[in-house]
Structures are given as structure tokens and as C-alpha cells.
């Protein structure tokens, strides 16, 4: 009896030493990762079959009793996953856990206008292209936002996603971080502010985020606009112009387009156009709202990124000829 139960010690330590061994060897070979795609409803089991069906070099059944033995098997998400190299049964049911999905990012740049944003969910493979097959109006419609332009709506920034999931969810997450940072910025704003309303802030600093080359200019740029739109003065802006172009712009802004009347021509139509012509970032967005207290009423291009300011358009004109057409 006693040699049985020493029998019987010896073989569950065996056991137990084999199973240690078998939780910490690679299941995942090569040099490349697997990808792994788990859905909804999914029981343990047939995790387990999906784990060697993706290319992990174990069994299924052995899977799934360490699956059930960890007392984590229900704890498993559905989801997207890597597993690279060298992942073992137990990292493997920790990633799994954890909901460690395989992520990608992409970025929303500022001065982007929407369809240049369109584009650039595009050519996100690993995102599924819901938002690809609807119109703006009805994609702001699902949105949440039923009859908002898209254009400027969606905070420029980085984003990641899991493989596999929607455009419309990370549109959704831009959508809500540009709320929070407009209302942030309006919540800031000056007294003397001549803009009416959180929308008029956002369209402001799109036309601020396009006309600043150097970060250092953007509040006295916005301190220009200000100033004409107090005193009811255009706001003679190019890319204004140039947006309601669309894709007729060419690169080349002639005088015949500053002429030529569109909503957002600020040189044939008084105030700010109906919507922000790109996404501007918290900078701009607070410099709309805060800017610089100046006399200037021009700006123009020195060529180095800069700008020069001018409060009376002799002064502004001198500056054009000087920066633009290279006459002292």
C-alpha cells in the first residue's frame, strides 16, 4: 500500500512537472505572429480550436483543459489578437484575459479637411469600412449629428483601433474629442470676443489652423480676423477660397477665383463661411477664442514661414510689395 501512494506521489509530481513545462514552451513558431480573430460567443472550447487553427503548434483539447483548469476561461474577450513568437499557453490566456488586442493607429493631421480624411480611412486595410458606403449626410446622421457639415468636426490626433473594427467607432471617438476641446476652448473665451457662438469658434480657428505658418503668428492671426469682424470688414482669406474650390483648385489661386462667388468666398461674402473649411487643433482652437490683442489688420506672407502684420493697408501694401513681388 505504501509503495502505491509513493507510486501514486511520484506520477502527480510528473504530472505537475510536465504541465509546468507545457504552460512555458512556445506554442507560436517561426518568425512571424499569428493572428488570431475571436468572436462574440465563442466558448472556450472553441477558442481553443480557433488558437490551433490560426497556426499555434499544440492541442486543442490540452488547450482548452488549461483553459478550464485556470478558472479564466470565461474571463476570455472576443476580439482581434497577435500572438508573436515564442507566446506560451500561459501568456496566451493572459492576453486573452486582458483583452489585449492587436492594435493599429492611425492620425488625423491638423489642417486636414474632410476629404482628405475620407482618403485616409481608406487606406486603413484592417479597419472595416462601414462609413466608405454612406453619404456625409448620412454618416453624420448615424453619427448622432443629423444635418451637421462633417467638415472640422473630428479632433485631429492619433487613434488606435483593434483590427478589424469600424470606421464609424473611431470617427465617433474624433467626433467626441473635438466636442470636448471646442466646448474646453469656448469655456475660455474672451470677453470681448466677437464670435457668437462655440460653432463660430470652431470655423474661426479652422481658417486660423490653414493661414498659420509659424505656431508663433497663430494668436496674432487671430487677433486679425477679430478685428475684422468687429468692424464688418471681409475677411479676404485665400484658403477660404480655395476650399470652396474644392477639387477644381489646381494649386494656383488666380485673381478671376478670388472673384468668383462660393458660400465660403470671404472675398465676395461678408463674416465667416458656413462651416470650418479643415480641422483645427487645440492651438488654433484657443487662439480663436483668446487672440492676441493687436492693431493689425493685414498680414502677409514674408516666405519663411512668418508673416507680416500691418494695421493700415498703405503699410500692408508696402509689405506686399516687399514680401510677394520683391520690390524694397
Do not use: C
Not at 96 to 116: D, H
Request: net charge positive; glycine share 8%.
Amino acid at each position: 500500500m505504501r509503495r502505491f501512494l509513493v507510486l501514486i506521489v511520484l506520477m502527480a509530481i510528473a504530472a505537475g512537472g510536465a504541465a509546468f513545462w507545457w504552460l512555458h514552451q512556445p506554442i507560436v513558431a517561426g518568425s512571424e505572429a499569428l493572428e488570431l480573430a475571436i468572436e462574440p460567443g465563442t466558448t472556450p472550447r472553441g477558442v481553443a480550436r480557433d488558437v490551433v487553427a490560426a497556426g499555434a503548434q499544440t492541442d486543442a483539447q490540452l488547450l482548452y483543459l488549461w483553459f478550464r483548469f485556470s478558472g479564466q476561461d470565461r474571463g476570455i474577450k472576443a476580439g482581434n489578437y497577435e500572438l508573436p513568437p515564442g507566446t506560451t499557453p500561459r501568456a496566451l490566456l493572459q492576453k486573452l484575459v486582458r483583452g489585449e488586442e492587436s492594435l493599429r493607429a492611425i492620425t488625423l493631421v491638423e489642417g486636414w479637411n474632410w476629404r482628405q480624411v475620407r482618403q485616409a480611412l481608406a487606406r486603413e486595410d484592417q479597419l472595416k469600412q462601414d462609413a466608405a458606403a454612406l453619404t456625409d449626410e448620412a454618416l453624420m446622421a448615424q453619427l448622432g449629428r443629423p444635418g451637421v457639415h462633417p467638415e472640422g468636426r473630428f479632433f485631429p490626433d492619433t487613434y488606435t483601433y483593434a483590427k478589424g473594427s469600424s470606421d464609424i467607432a473611431l470617427l465617433r471617438r474624433a467626433l467626441h474629442a473635438m466636442d470636448r476641446r471646442l466646448e474646453a476652448a469656448w469655456a475660455q473665451r474672451a470677453a470681448d470676443t466677437p464670435l457668437k457662438s462655440a460653432d463660430e469658434a470652431l470655423i474661426l480657428a479652422s481658417i486660423v489652423e490653414k493661414e498659420t505658418g509659424r505656431a508663433s503668428d497663430r494668436g496674432q492671426i487671430a487677433g486679425v480676423f477679430a478685428n475684422r469682424l468687429r468692424i464688418g470688414m471681409l475677411l479676404q482669406t485665400d484658403p477660404t477660397v480655395i476650399y470652396g474650390m474644392g477639387e477644381k483648385f489646381d494649386g494656383n489661386l488666380r485673381r478671376r477665383d478670388l472673384q468668383t462667388d462660393t458660400p465660403w468666398n470671404t472675398y465676395t461674402r461678408a463674416g465667416l463661411p458656413p462651416t470650418p473649411i479643415a480641422m483645427p487643433g487645440k492651438a488654433s482652437l484657443l487662439a480663436a477664442v483668446q487672440p492676441e490683442a493687436t492693431r493689425a489688420l493685414y498680414f502677409v506672407a514674408r516666405g519663411d514661414g512668418t508673416s507680416q502684420f500691418s494695421a493700415s493697408l498703405d503699410e500692408h501694401n508696402r509689405a506686399v510689395n516687399r514680401y510677394q513681388r520683391g520690390q524694397q
